[in-house]
């Protein structure tokens, strides 16, 4: 099936040719060294591929928040790691007298550029920082999906100047965000969890018209029972959006989305790891307790609904899993869904900072379909918002 975007495999010969390749090198960094270098691995598939085939690749990337060129926000710190990863020589590129350096380069040779938001009209998207990228490359390529969803200059103004192409790890992800909810098999469930409502209201929203079982779990069960008349002791809830968890409800049921919440929650009085805990109908819980976690008929009932559906979604745990024993429920939701997507009967993809904590910690994240760890932009896909790096891409 063709593909709404191009790929590298659209890119016919490109020896010799200069692809300005933007890529997701914000890594968290403690002493001098890179903490965790997911997101360096991330992006193998596309440079090594690259330089196999004769190009000049320059790789484009912001570095956390600099108001204004730092050393300690440059890029240089990444090059020495992002090398090891990589297992060929990366040469450091500053903007002062980038042209002259990449026009040194050779065919295969892999150069890094300096922080992109050292130019502060990178998140401007101002043409003239726009112009200053392009004039370094032939073609441009945006593996970076985690840096989609804003507008930047090397996100969304290089795609519309030159040859754009969907790296191999931006392809992944569309291909797997398609699958999910883009044309997805039915039925389809969505698991959402997490802290608050509040966070994910637009979630929630977009989900009731698209799914045939909204599963609700975490802090933000808590609303909802709330809004449904449930005392909630001292749980995390958000009294105030009674009257929006309603609202979702009401648009689930004319969407013919059901609407799943616990009818067991395990609950505490105390929150720290292991403390006594009761195991109770959602009608149970005291004043001076807080519901931590699902209860496990909730879980197991869960687990038939997974068992019927064809695709997954989930963002976000079930209970307060960095806590034992509170990662009970999320633990054991993850594993059916794991076990039924190497099954091969359910297409299942998870996102979501904690969310991809709780699959590892899970042990799980390699058997679903298609973990995602762009954070915020996958949300905001869930929320099904445009993301204008993915959009430039598809014109
Ligand atoms: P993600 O990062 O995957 O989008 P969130 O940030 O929305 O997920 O939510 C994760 C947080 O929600 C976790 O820190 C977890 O401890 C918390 N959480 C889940 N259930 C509860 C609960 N019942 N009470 C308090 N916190 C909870
Ligand atoms: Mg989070």
């Given amino acids: 099936m063709s593909k709404p975007f191009k790929t590298l495999d659209d890119m016919g010969d490109i020896t010799g040719k200069r692809v300005l390749v933007r890529e997701d090198l914000n890594v968290p960094m403690a002493e001098g060294a890179v903490t965790d270098d997911t997101r360096l691995r991330a992006t193998l598939p596309t440079v090594t591929e690259l330089s196999d085939r004769g190009a000049i690749v320059l790789l484009l990337a912001h570095f956390g928040r600099p108001k204004t060129p730092s050393p300690d ?28 350096a990449v026009a040194t380069l050779q065919p295969g040779d892999v150069a890094l550029l300096e922080n992109t938001r050292f130019f502060p009209g990178e998140e401007k998207n101002d043409p003239a920082v726009v112009a200053r990228f392009a004039r370094l490359g032939d073609l441009y390529v945006n593996d970076a999906f985690s840096a989609a969803h804003r507008a930047h200059a090397s996100t969304e103004g290089l795609a519309r100047t030159l040859p754009a192409y969907a790296g191999r790890a931006m392809e992944a992800e569309l291909d797997a965000l398609a699958k999910a909810l883009g044309a997805p098999e039915h039925p389809v469930a969505a ?26 779990g975490g802090g933000m069960a808590n609303t909802f029972l709330a ?40 609950v505490a009085t105390e929150f720290r790891a292991d403390p006594p805990t009761r ?25 038939d609904v997974l068992k019927n559906c064809r695709t997954l979604v989930w963002n976000g745990p079930l209970g307060a899993f960095e806590t034992t024993p509170f990662d009970r429920a999320t633990v054991a939701l993850a594993r059916t869904a794991g076990a039924l997507t190497v099954d091969g009967g359910l297409v299942s993809v998870a996102g979501g900072g904690d969310t991809v904590a709780a699959l590892n910690h899970a042990g799980v994240a390699d058997q679903f379909s298609f973990v995602s760890v762009a954070g915020g932009a996958f949300l905001e896909w869930m929320e099904g918002r445009e993301l204008p790096g993915v959009t430039a891409l598809t014109r």
């Fill in 73 to 100: 926000l440059s890029l240089a710190l990444v090059t020495k790691p992002y090398e090891q990863v990589l297992g060929r020589p990366v040469r450091f590129i500053d903007w002062d007298g980038a042209d002259a």
């Fill in 191 to 216: 698991v959402v969890g997490g802290a608050k409502v509040s966070t994910k209201l637009d979630v929630l929203k977009h989900l009731v018209a698209r799914v045939d079982h909204l599963i609700i």
């Fill in 227 to 266: 809004a449904r008349g449930v005392k909630v002791g001292k749980s995390l809830c958000e009294h105030d959006l009674a009257g929006v968890a309603e609202e979702i409800m009401a648009a689930a049921d004319r969407a013919g989305c059901t609407v799943h919440l616990p009818y067991d929650v395990v």
């Fill in 279 to 303: 195991t109770v109908n959602v009608h149970e819980v005291a004043a001076d307790e807080m519901i931590l976690d699902i209860g496990p008929a909730a879980v197991e009932a869960l687990g």
